[in-house]
């Protein structure tokens, strides 16, 4: 059917809106309970405390977006209402269980794997219920819905440090809980509108049946060259991104104290990013066909250059001005994969597409923020850990710049198929035509004997 463009798509988007929060709001948070962690779980005697910590945070973000494609074969399967139920209720199962941990070592499961696994399986369902509803407002409505993000990331930190200094961590971690027993209740509102496929085969019998494993999982997407560098280079890129949300906080605090509200800090990163979202979404409507890929290879470029200035700045104000900077050009880098998946393969794989590089992207987000907290170890500082963190981007950026040109020429040689194909064909219609006129010329001779 036809999306209605409104009605009960208003409730969706709400509810596809709390979850985006929801979900980011928590994971881009992580920094505000890392320094609680290290100061619940740390002992002196341990020299890797940073190192195990931090691998929390980064397996819980890594496995956000590590189930994506799974996430969406069982989408396609079982539909988003199901999935986005099933999905917030293990959430709320792996949340609440890591309020009773006495280690780190158990939070690996509980909050870096049952917990994201649960968002994850939340998440992408709320994008994909988007499109049942709407179609010309499909540009605003992702808009608002991505909005819901930067607004939980602006005011969540705030909420966690009350929490965090009037109760302990395991008391925060359970009031959280109630951000994921939401989330379980606007999964209900998920009501599709298009038919399952498998409603149809399962016919008066009632019996479920698999489609083919080709349709279930299609890896076509990779035999488009651009694609394949696009899907590589950007988790090349990201092996230094995640660092600064997990490790930022801590750094504050050892080089400025107490003296510092080191909050304030997510707060710009989340100002400035719903900003980049709002702003680089509409630019990127001007910009035509794969050179959008452009504006991400300017983002990487400044997300690097940002991180490496944070080991520069011995000045609170200045690490406002870089984090307002950082999370502009993170809003841009996010809103436009979409966009930019689109015009590398097409609406029809679209969402393999996505799925496949989320995929992809969850292995360097997750071994990033370990690595620098193993050279804050080590060395006693974050500065090297922040250098370090701004070289990967500029390496994929570098990598992403070759993508229109190489795009370009896969169309043209497309375009040239076609124009090939009809010139056979038309041959063979000129050949069928002079068989047919040499065979006919005969006959009429010889009916004009007769």
């Not at 999905?87 to 941990?101: H, I, P, Q």
């Not at 001005?321 to 809103?335: K, P, R, S």
């Not at 071994?367 to 620098?372: L, Q």
Request: charged fraction near 15%; glycine fraction near 10%.
């Amino acid at each position: 059917p036809e999306p209605p463009e409104g009605g009960w798509g208003w409730v969706v988007m709400l509810a596809a809106m709390w979850c985006n929060g929801a979900v980011f709001g928590i994971q881009n948070s992580c920094g505000v309970l890392f320094v609680s962690m290290l100061q619940l779980f740390g002992g002196s005697e341990d020299k890797q405390l940073v190192f195990k910590t931090a691998w929390v945070s980064s397996l819980s973000m890594g496995m956000v977006f590590f189930c994506s494609p799974i996430v969406s074969i069982f989408t396609d399967l079982f539909g988003c209402r199901k999935v986005a139920v099933v999905g917030a209720a293990v959430g709320l199962a792996g949340l609440l269980a890591s309020s009773f941990v006495s280690t780190i070592e158990p939070l690996y499961f509980t909050y870096g794997i049952l917990f994201a696994c649960g968002c994850s399986f939340a998440y992408q369902p709320s994008l994909v219920i988007l499109g049942h509803y709407f179609k010309k407002r499909l540009g605003l409505v992702n808009g608002i819905v991505t909005a819901g993000s930067s607004l939980f990331t602006v005011s969540l930190p705030f909420l966690l440090r009350v929490l965090l200094d009037s109760v302990n961590l395991f008391n925060t971690l359970r009031v959280l809980c109630i951000l994921m027993f939401i989330l379980f209740l606007a999964g209900f509102t998920y009501k599709p509108l298009v038919s399952d496929t498998k409603d149809k085969e399962g016919g008066k019998k009632g019996k479920f049946k698999f489609p083919p494993g080709k349709k279930i999982c299609s890896f076509s997407v990779f035999k488009v060259l651009s694609y394949r560098i696009w899907a590589f280079g950007i988790p090349a890129a990201l092996f230094g991104y995640f660092v600064p949300y997990v490790h930022l906080m801590n750094h504050v605090k050892e080089r400025f104290g107490d003296s510092v509200p080191e909050e304030v800090l997510l707060l710009c990163l989340g100002i400035t990013s719903g900003v980049g979202r709002l702003i680089f979404g509409r630019v990127a409507d001007y910009i035509p066909g794969a050179k959008k890929i452009y504006l991400q290879v300017a983002s990487f470029f400044f997300i690097g250059l940002m991180s490496m200035m944070i080991p520069l700045c011995h000045v609170f104000g200045a690490l406002i001005a870089v984090c307002l900077f950082m999370g502009l050009f993170d809003g841009c880098f996010i809103c436009i994969m979409a966009p930019i998946a689109f015009e590398l393969v097409g609406a029809q794989d679209v969402s393999q597409a996505i799925g496949f590089l989320l995929g992809l992207m969850s292995v360097p987000m997750t071994v990033g923020p370990p690595i620098a907290g193993l050279l804050r170890d080590k060395l006693g500082t974050y500065d090297v850990a922040f250098y370090l963190a701004g070289v990967p981007p500029l390496i994929g950026g570098a990598i992403l710049c070759c993508i229109p040109w190489i795009h370009e020429r896969q169309k043209l040689k497309e375009r040239a198929k076609p124009v090939d194909g009809e010139t056979t064909e038309k041959m063979l219609e000129n050949e069928s035509t002079l068989v047919s006129n040499t065979t006919e010329k005969p006959v009429r001779e010889l009916e004009s004997g007769i």
